[in-house]
């Protein structure tokens, strides 16, 4: 059976058969990261520049010998820092033993932290021995995330429900209309001052208005999928 760990504001990861796939780990700095033991995944997905997502990717990648998949330019940014690193774009799909990854639009902007632009963002929807996980980056609501669960369904999402630099709780309520996935997982809050404190809003919001289960996991906490 495959696991998703939350490991607080965007990261997680999935894993199943010594199989584990990492996902914008912002643990160094982060204070609403659990401590953990050192992090040995088999891939590492970064949706976009920014230091809460791309976080502590470089070293990760560095010290596992695990390649960074990202969009083409974040991923020449890594290479360059001496990460291994694969560059994908929108619409692609990347196969693996476990299944696919693909690149998928997100609307949001992606500079280092050292300022340089790298590019657009992305989100990226995953085939996990055959479960499909959405995880969308930052993005805002866009309605072709109709087209994205269209061409996937999905069995479990990821959503920023934190506002001011993502959805908040009525964007991300709209996001779990288009998507249509089995399972909500809301994320990205709490970790600073200028966004919503907790899920609580979202998740009555969602059980109000859509047909998903939202599950509201705190760091560190496991789902079964
Ligand atoms: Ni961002
Ligand atoms: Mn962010």
Redesign the pocket.
Known sequence: MATLRYLGHACFILEQQGTSILFDPFLTGNPLAPSLPELKPTLILV??G?G??LGDALDIAKRSGAPILTMVELASYCASKGAKATGANYGGKVAFDFGWVKLVPAW???SVPEGVYVGN?CGFVVNFFGKTFYHP??TCVFEDMKLIAELTPIDVAYLPVGDF??MGTDEAVKAVQLLQPKIVIPGHYGTFPVLVPNANDFRQSVERATTAQCVVLKPGETYNM
């Open positions: 949706t976009h920014h809460d997502h949001h902007t992606s963002p980056g930052d630099y993502t």
